[in-house]
């Protein structure tokens, strides 16, 4: 039915080079990933993570290979693996990551490397 | 007298805007353009008077989380909480609601077929924030304005279409001409402009577009509203579709509502545009 229009029903957002399109897809495999880092809403929770990070991970049944991707601050892993940008934040708020330093890294770049691409980097 | 729409405004949110304003950075020289583009905007806004502001904003993972994740939610509380969004909570107050008004607005919306989540609790952060922070001045104990946070899902696809954005302003007119109360209502459509912020693509932005946008947004929003969410964020960037979310504002505009104010600064990985309407 119509599936040759862009606005068709029930299909999926089509891909965009370099780019994840968080859809019910990715968010259904990133859920756990994302339920940990919603968590880090509260002070109480974001202390017990930096307090003791792997026992902070072990409370989320996360697999081995999300755990991992966690342990070595892999953002573009984590994207990947269904985390949303902006619960990544939270993620990389608590691991003393900005925006910009994961950004810079998702591309492949040092944080100056990034930056001297910006128009005004002082607006940080 | 009832109700009516006295204008419009379509800007970004960026969170570091919020940062810079807590700071007391928004005079240094990299927030200072910024801040200056909305000292005529709040002028306007204190001769305007407007009693209740519609915020049409979307929630980034502090009060909304994805166990169920409503594609329109709207606020039907007498005040609203701030949010802790990961980074701690901004020192700012309460937001003042308007229960009863916002009672009229699901009545009417819904009966007109936009079945929205209707929420009596919620708590607000920076896509919400930052544009309270930039056009209206807070004292102590709270804002010059009542607010209604309208949320609308931009974040998890599939994502309600520009054309149902744009169709949702339009009610909303009609919900607050419909309303009994002598109210003078502004809505602020907030979001993008481009930008990415995530894979290979991050940092990604296009003023070319973002000024189309604006140019179309003023003299063609009913065509604008049909791009299809994959055109938007190509040529503007992923996160960009927040933009969907400046057709509700638009659309609460009547046709011959006059543009007042634009301007447009795109420092670090976001363009920030600013349009207001006058109705």
């Known amino acids: 039915m119509h599936r040759h229009r862009e606005r068709s029903l029930g299909i999926a957002v089509r891909t965009i080079p370099d780019t994840t399109i968080f859809d019910l897809r990715k968010s259904a495999q990133g859920y756990r990933l994302n339920k940990l880092c919603g968590s880090l809403c509260d002070p109480k929770n974001r202390d017990a993570f930096r307090q003791d990070e792997e026992a902070y991970l072990a409370k989320y049944n996360l697999s081995a290979a999300e755990k991992d991707l966690i342990r070595k601050r892999d953002f573009a892993g984590m994207i990947h693996a269904g985390m949303n940008i902006y619960w990544m934040l939270k993620m990389g708020s608590v691991t003393g990551n900005s925006l910009y330093r994961m950004g810079a890294q998702m591309r492949g770049e040092s944080d100056e490397q990034f930056l001297a691409t910006r128009n005004f980097k002082d607006a940080v | 007298m009832p109700s009516r729409v006295v204008g419009g405004i379509g800007l970004s949110h960026v969170p570091s805007v919020g940062v810079a304003y807590d700071r007391g950075k928004m005079q240094t020289p990299a927030w200072k353009p910024l801040a200056d583009a909305y000292i005529p905007v709040r002028s306007w806004l204190k001769e305007l008077a407007p009693d209740v502001a519609i915020v049409v904003y979307n929630d980034h993972g502090a009060d909304f989380m994805f166990d169920k994740y409503p594609t329109f939610a709207i606020g039907a509380a007498e005040r609203y909480g701030i949010a802790d969004e990961g980074f701690g909570t901004r020192p700012l107050p309460e937001v003042r609601g308007n229960a009863d008004f916002s009672f009229h607005l699901c009545e009417s919306l819904i009966a007109d077929e936009f079945d929205?989540?209707?929420?009596?609790?919620?708590?607000?952060?920076?896509?919400?924030?930052?544009?309270?922070?930039?056009?209206?001045?807070?004292?102590?104990?709270?804002?010059?304005?009542?607010?209604?946070?309208?949320?609308?899902?931009?974040?998890?696809?599939?994502?309600?279409?520009?054309?149902?954005?744009?169709?949702?302003?339009?009610?909303?007119?009609?919900?607050?001409?419909?309303?009994?109360?002598?109210?003078?209502?502004?809505?602020?459509?907030?979001?993008?402009?481009?930008?990415?912020l995530q894979g290979k693509r991050f940092g990604f932005m296009s003023e070319t577009f973002d000024q189309l946008f604006l140019d179309e947004l003023e003299k063609n929003p009913e065509k604008l509203a049909e791009m299809s969410h994959h055109e938007l964020m190509e040529k503007a960037g992923a996160e960009a579709v927040e933009l969907i979310m400046w057709h509700v504002m638009r659309g609460a505009l009547s046709p011959k509502a006059k543009r007042v104010h634009r301007h447009y600064y795109a420092p670090m990985t976001t363009g920030m545009g600013l349009i207001t309407f006058e109705d």
Request: charge should be positive; glycine fraction near 8%.
């Open chain 2, 116 to 196: 929205l989540t209707v929420c009596q609790e919620m708590a607000v952060e920076h896509g919400f924030l930052v544009p309270m922070n930039l056009c209206f001045e807070h004292a102590p104990d709270g804002w010059p304005v009542a607010a209604v946070p309208l949320q609308v899902n931009v974040i998890q696809h599939p994502l309600p279409t520009g054309r149902r954005c744009f169709k949702l302003g339009q009610a909303i007119r009609r919900a607050v001409s419909s309303y009994k109360e002598d109210l003078k209502v502004i809505v602020l459509g907030t979001g993008g402009m481009s930008h990415q």
